[in-house]
């Protein structure tokens, strides 16, 4: 199948044939189910994006704590390549960083898509222009996604304040960001902060969306790279918190010694220079890579509450499409209830007409 984007490209989409859940966002990306595998600092590597996007989905490279450098990240992308022939993605905290070494390595693999945050887009698709990379642009509202839109993204994806990780300023929910998104643009809408199941999967495409991003419930797959005393925090985590709120950097991580302390550090009004210290690479580091549960920072999404086992990326993607068929079909059973003008529960006195 052939499909011409808004930019004018042709793009194969070749594993036709093959089961698939179509939306626009598939369709940009060359996917066969509308499901995005948030980059994840330090744990989002090769093995881990070459599995979702060998089980249909869209993996991605996290640039941050995994692919710094243009020789880190080329290696890193020869890596999945040897691990799959379905698109990837490598993901850039752009910040205040120098990207566009590492921009030109995307370009010379001919990687299918990045994903950018936490940052002005502009530049970066300037220099991606006309190189057929895809781009997706992490916002967190209206007024961000009209501008991802306006400087030529293809996709956005909106995070709302279930999300695990660093989180934009307005506190918006996913139930009232995602549908304020999809009004607001033209472009595929993918919808991410809380996901981690086919129901969640089948409530954003309720919504609007054009597909999710997951972060929070990658964690705990056997791919992922991250300690397994922390895939099994995940498994026992109910609670979650923002942290860094104070310093104009939110992020969402699990309730744990190091978060209880460093929010008493926000409180005290400690200074901006001091948090930061607290919150440097080494404090994630000690709980990613060595599982240290208590004394380090875990970032982590209200989702992780949902999140009962530890299977291969591909057994999670399977799963989430077959519940998102189920829910789906709940509503369609609903709705022909509906349109049937029949009662919809045997105790209900009104009929629904
Ligand atoms: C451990 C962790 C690390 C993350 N690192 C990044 C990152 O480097 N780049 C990025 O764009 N998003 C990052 N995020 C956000 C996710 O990509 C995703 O947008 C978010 O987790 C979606 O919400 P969910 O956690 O409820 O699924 C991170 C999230 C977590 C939980």
Known sequence: ??????????????????????????????????????????????????????????????????????????????????????????????????????????????????????????????????????????????????????????????????????????????????????????????????????????????????GVEVGTRFIAVREAFAHENYKNALLRAAETVIVKRSIGQPGRALVNEWSRGFLEAEAKGTSRDVLLGMVGAEANERGVFHGDIEGSLLWAGQAAALIGDIPTAAEFIARMVSEARSSAERLARLAGAYRAGVSLSPAASVKVV
């Open 1 to 210: 199948m052939t499909t011409q984007t808004k930019r004018g490209n042709y793009f194969d989409i070749q594993q036709s044939g093959q089961d698939r859940l179509e939306t626009r966002a598939t369709r940009v990306l060359g996917i066969r189910y509308p499901i995005i595998q948030g980059g994840l600092a330090r744990i989002a590597r090769a093995e881990l994006a070459a599995a979702v996007s060998n089980a249909g989905g869209l993996g991605q490279i996290a640039m941050a704590g995994v692919a710094t450098t243009p020789e880190l990240l080329r290696a890193e992308i020869h890596k999945a390549k040897a691990l799959t022939s379905a698109p990837f993605a490598i993901n850039f905290p752009i910040g205040h960083l120098k990207i566009d070494a590492l921009l030109d390595v995307v370009m010379e693999e001919k990687v299918a898509a990045v994903s950018l945050t936490r940052g002005n887009p502009k530049p970066a698709i300037a220099r991606l222009a006309g190189s057929g990379i895809r781009v997706l642009v992490l916002v967190s509202g209206p007024e961000q996604a009209m501008k991802a839109e306006q400087a030529g993204a293809d996709v956005v994806a909106t995070v709302g304040y279930e999300g695990g990780g660093h989180l934009g300023r307005t506190d918006l929910t996913t139930f009232v960001g995602v549908p304020l998104v999809v009004d607001a643009v033209s472009i595929p809408v993918v919808a991410g902060g809380g996901i981690a199941d086919g129901r969640g999967l089948a409530a954003a495409l309720a919504l609007g969306a054009d």
